[in-house]
C-alpha cells in the first residue's frame, strides 16, 4: 500500500508540465486524484496552454500505470465551477484531502505595458483561483479534521523580477493567502503550504513568447538561445528545474505527519541565498 491509500487528491492545472508531474507523484503514492485544467486558450496568453488531449493523456497515463484519476475541464477562475467541481468530489469519493493548487498562467512584460486584461487574467487564475479552490475545500477538509493544502507560488513571488510585475504580484499574494490559512485552520488537523520553485521547464516556460523575452536580439531564438540568460539568474547556473524536482517538494509536505504549516519551501537553485 503507499503512503496515500485511501486519500483523495486535486490538482489544478494538471494536464501538463509541473501539475501532471505532481498528479503522477500522487498517484503513485496511492491516492485518488482529480486532474483538473481550464484545457483551453486564453486571449491574453501568447502560448499555448494545455488541451482536453494533454488532459486525457496524464489521465490515462497514471490508470494506465495502475493508479487511480480522473479529469475535470474547469476554469479556475469561475469561483461557481471550482464549487461545483468540489462538490462532485465529495459526492464521488466522499472525501478531500489534498489540495495542489498549481494552475497558473506568465505573460511577460513591462508594468507600463501591461493590458487590463493581462493583468486581470493573471490575477485571477494565479491568485483568485488559488484562492477559490482553497474555500472550497476546507470546509470539507475541516469535517474530517484533516487536509493538506499546497499551492505553488513561484521565485518571483519572494523577489521582484523584471517584465513580472503582473505575476509577481499573483505569487507574493499567494504566499500570503497559505500563511493566513495556515494560522486559521492550524487546529484542524489541516496544513497550508507554499512552494516557491525557480524557473521550471515547462511549456509556460519553454516558449516562443519566453525565448524572445529573454533574447530580444535575436529574431528567432530557441530554447538554446534562452538557457544562457536563465542561467544567469540563479548561483548554481542551471537554466531551469525539472517539474519533478517541485514535484518531490510537494509529496514532502502532503505527506507530512502535520508539524510543517504555514511555511514557504523553495526549490530555487540558490536564489535565496541573496535575500533575508
Given at each position: 500500500?503507499?503512503?496515500?491509500t ?18 503522477t507523484?500522487?498517484a ?5 486524484v ?13 502560448y499555448?496552454?494545455?488541451t ?5 493523456e496524464?489521465?490515462?497515463m497514471?490508470n494506465?500505470?495502475?493508479?487511480r ?8 477562475r469561475?469561483?461557481a465551477?471550482?464549487d461545483?467541481?468540489?462538490d ?7 472525501r ?5 493548487a ?11 505595458d ?16 488559488a484562492f ?22 513561484s521565485g518571483?513571488?519572494r523577489?521582484a ?15 500570503g ?10 487546529t ?14 515547462t ?19 530557441t ?5 544562457e ?21 510537494v509529496?514532502y ?6 508539524n ?7 526549490v ?9
Open positions: 500500500m503507499g503512503q496515500l485511501g486519500q483523495v487528491a486535486l490538482v489544478t492545472g494538471g494536464a501538463r508540465g509541473q501539475g501532471r508531474a505532481h498528479a507523484a500522487l503513485d503514492a496511492g491516492a485518488t482529480v486532474v483538473c485544467d481550464i484545457a483551453a486558450p486564453l486571449a491574453t496568453v501568447p499555448p496552454l494545455a482536453p488531449a494533454d488532459l486525457d496524464t489521465v490515462g497514471i494506465n500505470a495502475g493508479g484519476a480522473s479529469a475535470a475541464i474547469t476554469d479556475v469561475d469561483s465551477a471550482v461545483e467541481l468540489t462532485r468530489i465529495i459526492a464521488e469519493h466522499g478531500l484531502d489534498i489540495l495542489v498549481n494552475a497558473g498562467i506568465c505573460v511577460l512584460g513591462p508594468v507600463a501591461l493590458s487590463d486584461d493581462v493583468w486581470r487574467d493573471t490575477i485571477e487564475t494565479n491568485l483568485s483561483g477559490y479552490c482553497i474555500r472550497a475545500a476546507l470546509p470539507h477538509m475541516t469535517r474530517q479534521q484533516y487536509g493538506r493544502i499546497v499551492a505553488i507560488s518571483a513571488g523577489g523580477m523584471r517584465n513580472l510585475g503582473h505575476y509577481g504580484a499573483s505569487k507574493w499574494g499567494v504566499i493567502l497559505v500563511k493566513s490559512v495556515a494560522l486559521e485552520t492550524a484542524d488537523g489541516i496544513t497550508a503550504n507554499v512552494i516557491c520553485p525557480a524557473t521550471v521547464g511549456p509556460m516556460v519553454l516558449n516562443d513568447h519566453s525565448f524572445k523575452a529573454f533574447r530580444p536580439d535575436l529574431e528567432h531564438p530554447a538554446d538561445d534562452a538557457r540568460r536563465h542561467q544567469r539568474l540563479n548561483p548554481m547556473r542551471v537554466a531551469w528545474l525539472d517539474p519533478e524536482d517541485v514535484t518531490r517538494a509529496m509536505l502532503v505527506t507530512d505527519r502535520g510543517t504549516t504555514g511555511t514557504v519551501l523553495e530555487d537553485l540558490g536564489t535565496s541565498a541573496s535575500r533575508m
